[in-house]
């Protein structure tokens, strides 16, 4: 068999700066187009990479098969009884079949099937010239860029994250035609705005690549985030300070140069007296500049910068960035001499006048619904925290009414953390403003200290509850108040505190505090609610264990968080045991039973007709009141081997004993010991979800 031959495409969209944050989305959804687009065409998976830089989206396939896969089409005719007749002879089926597939009845195959032999008609069809429909895939491609955000220009229809320039299509070396609004795709591109030449002919990707080096372009995001950490490392050698890690930071300024280059400059040490998280915010949120670092952790008045552009004095560039870093620096110290004037509770009538969300009220009402929540949850769960758990609870949104965080919003419970210090509030108050905002995300630290935990639980509780009234409840694509966030920092918490205190009790709770009627019944909203939580814990736990397993701990029951994981981690051990499947097999047989059976009466025992079923009885009325007491103090590893003790008299009842017998009496009172020992199965899981 011949090989495929394959050619070289290249694909470069050049369009005005693209956002920084969505530069590794473009990438994915240049790939995930483009491969989707082949596939359709029956072209199997090939090489490709993907880059981006600020002014350009590129792909490159280096082998691409010039054509596509010859194929072989089968189409089945008349049965062989109606294709021929007694003598042999082709019947006029048989010939009107082969004429309508192009063949002579010699050139047909026979089929064998379970309903009889069938003429068979095969015929190779040749795979066509791919550049038949390249135009049609780079269109297709560049249409499916659906960005979050998009823009129009000039009388165009079409849709993109920013104008497009210029686009270079080439396919072993021939330009593609395609036009995308008002650009009609050439092997012209550009290089860099300072450092390169606006029209630069290309002919394959390796030429393109250096001569867009030539012309101040690095192309590969990796390459450019590894200079910058040549260039960061080379200010920590000639400073002896270190750059604080800001991983987050990299990315963004990777996404924001094509030719980066490592600066570093000084401020006035006046401003260290910032806290440390207001100053990195300062040069971070609006210079993309790295904060420096003492080897004793202390912010030092130093920064590093990266610039996209090399000037012959890069003194100048320092001293224009210090120039405005000053002013910021400025700003911020202005802020905090204000917001220092008064104490942090003074800014509360501020919250007035700050709305929480329409129709949940102001941030001042909020902010007393989670005092008189957490007062509540810390009577529950620490009594002695809860006149410190009321304080930080009743400041734990003061700072948003702060002129520093009406700036920086990011800095929320930092600023209340600093100001309530500032102030001489009590640490565990301070920091469990700060904590209270705790996890802001799936992989963020947790509270630390239980005002803090309590805190937090009661904010995500409040805007759960208040969301869910106002029937705001997320969809399969759209999340806009971040309940699915919420909701999984809830759950987190209460997982790592090992409290146990009941979901639908919570939002009960939750809902109460608003005082008001939501139209929906409260129990009705309070399961909605359960269920939605739920749904989140199911994903966080099936992070860690199998679906299945997560499923069958789940549907007996979640009310408790702490004691889903006990379950599921006793089961996770139960696993490990070389009897663990004829273990599920007997409980599943048990569980199976009585699934879609009315079950009603109680066992009794004086209805026992086969002597293997008191045998049974006794087993299990011996080890009942232990799985109870085990299950109630969260030994669930020990009421599975008490469960399990169960399983040689559960099989040898079933070898003996008919439970869907004749007799109606008998078999309520057999299905009534099923339920009887399978309700304490499920317990801990019904096992009849768990495969084995």
Same mark, same amino acid.
């Given at each position: ?10 694909? &470069? ?17 240049? &790939? ?73 009845? /010699? ?21 066509? @010239?791919?550049? /038949? ?14 960005? @979050? ?5 000039? %009388? ?29 795709? *050439? ?16 002919? %394959? ?41 800001? &991983? ?6 990777? $996404?924001?140069?094509? $030719? =980066? ?13 910032? @806290? ?9 949120? +609006? ?42 620096? &400025? ?35 909020? *902010? ?29 949104? #003061? ?22 210090? +500032? $102030? ?23 509270? #630390? ?30 999340? =806009? ?58 994903? $966080?736990?099936?992070?860690? +264990? ?51 059976? /009315? ?28 799985? %109870? ?7 669930? *590893? ?12 559960? %099989? ?41």
């Amino acid at each position: 068999m011949a090989a495929i031959r394959t050619a070289e495409l290249l694909l &470069e969209i050049g369009t005005e700066e693209i956002p920084a944050r969505m530069a590794p989305e473009g990438l994915s959804m240049l &790939e995930e187009g483009f491969r989707k687009a082949l596939a359709a065409l029956g072209v199997g998976e090939i090489a490709l990479r993907c880059f981006v830089t600020p002014r350009r989206l590129v792909l490159h396939a280096p082998a691409l098969p010039v054509a596509q896969d010859d194929r072989t089409e089968e189409k089945r005719g008349p049965a062989l009884s109606a294709a021929f007749g007694p003598d042999g002879a082709p019947t006029k089926a048989a010939e009107g079949f082969a004429r309508s597939v192009g063949l002579t009845l /010699d050139q047909l195959d026979r089929v064998e099937t379970d309903k009889g032999a069938y003429l068979l008609a095969r015929r190779t069809v040749p795979g066509r @010239p791919l550049t /038949d429909f390249l135009p049609g895939v780079v269109l297709e491609t560049l249409q499916a860029l659906r960005f @979050p955000r998009a823009m129009r220009w000039g %009388d165009e229809e079409v849709l993109f994250v920013r104008p497009v320039q210029w686009i270079v299509a080439l396919f072993d070396g021939q330009v593609i035609p395609v036009t995308f609004g008002d650009v009609t795709a *050439g092997r012209t591109t550009r290089g860099h705005r300072f450092h390169g030449a606006a029209a630069l002919e290309v002919k %394959d990707f390796a030429q393109y690549v250096a001569t867009l080096e030539e012309n101040g372009v690095m192309l590969d995001p990796g390459a450019r985030a590894a200079r910058i950490r040549e260039g960061l490392a080379a200010v920590e050698r000639d400073t002896g300070l270190r750059v604080v890690p800001d &991983e987050g930071l990299l990315l963004e300024v990777t $996404h924001l140069v094509e $030719h =980066p280059v490592v600066l570093s400059g000084g401020f006035d040490p006046r401003y260290l007296e910032l @806290p440390r998280e207001t100053l990195i915010t300062s040069m971070r949120h +609006h210079q993309k500049y790295f904060a420096v670092e003492a080897a004793d952790g202390r912010l030092a008045p130093r920064f590093a910068v990266v610039a996209n552009t090399t000037v012959k004095d890069p003194a100048v560039v320092v001293r224009g960035n210090v120039r405005v870093l000053r002013a910021r620096l &400025e700003d911020a110290m202005f802020f905090l001499l204000e917001d220092r004037k008064r104490p942090l509770d003074g800014f509360l009538p501020d919250l007035e006048g700050q709305l929480f969300m329409k129709g949940l009220g102001t941030m001042a009402e909020k *902010g007393r619904r989670l005092e008189a929540l957490a007062a509540l949850l810390a009577g529950e769960v620490e009594p002695g925290l809860r006149d410190t758990v009321r304080r930080a609870a009743s400041l734990a949104k #003061a700072d948003l009414a702060t002129a520093m965080v009406f700036e920086f919003a990011e800095l929320q419970g930092t600023m209340g953390r600093e100001y309530a210090r +500032h $102030h001489g509030e009590p640490e565990a108050v301070a920091l469990a403003i700060w904590e209270h905002y705790l996890p802001r995300g799936a992989e963020d630290a947790l509270p #630390a200290t239980t005002p803090g935990a309590l805190v937090a639980v009661a904010d995500r509780l409040d805007t759960l509850a208040g969301t869910f009234g106002l029937g705001l409840v997320p969809t399969a694509t759209k999340d =806009p108040y971040a309940l699915r966030r919420a909701a999984l920092g809830l759950l987190r918490i209460l997982l790592a505190r090992g409290w146990s205190l009941p979901l639908s009790r919570l939002f009960r709770l939750a809902l109460e505090g608003y005082g008001r009627d939501f139209g929906d019944p409260a129990e009705a909203l309070v399961a909605k609610l359960v269920e939605f939580t739920g749904t989140r814990l199911r994903v $966080h736990l099936a992070a860690g +264990h199998a679906t299945e397993l997560v499923d069958a701990v789940l549907a007996g029951g979640f009310e408790d968080v702490p004691d889903v994981a006990r379950r599921v981690a006793a089961i996770e051990a139960l696993r490990g045991r070389p009897d663990y499947e004829p273990l599920i097999v007997a409980f599943k047989r048990v569980l199976n039973i009585t699934k879609k059976q /009315d079950v009603a009466a109680a066992v009794d025992p004086a209805r026992f007709q086969d002597p293997q079923e008191g045998v049974l009885w006794t087993a299990f009325t011996e080890v009942s009141g232990g799985v %109870d007491a085990a299950c109630a103090a969260g030994e669930h *590893g020990r009421a599975l081997e008490l469960l399990s003790s169960l399983k040689p008299v559960i %099989d040898l009842y079933f070898d003996q004993v008919m439970v869907m017998c004749d007799d109606g009496a008998l078999r309520a009172n057999r299905l009534a010991t099923m339920a009887a020992i399978g309700a304490r199965f499920l317990k801990i899981a019904d096992f009849t979800r768990i495969l084995a």
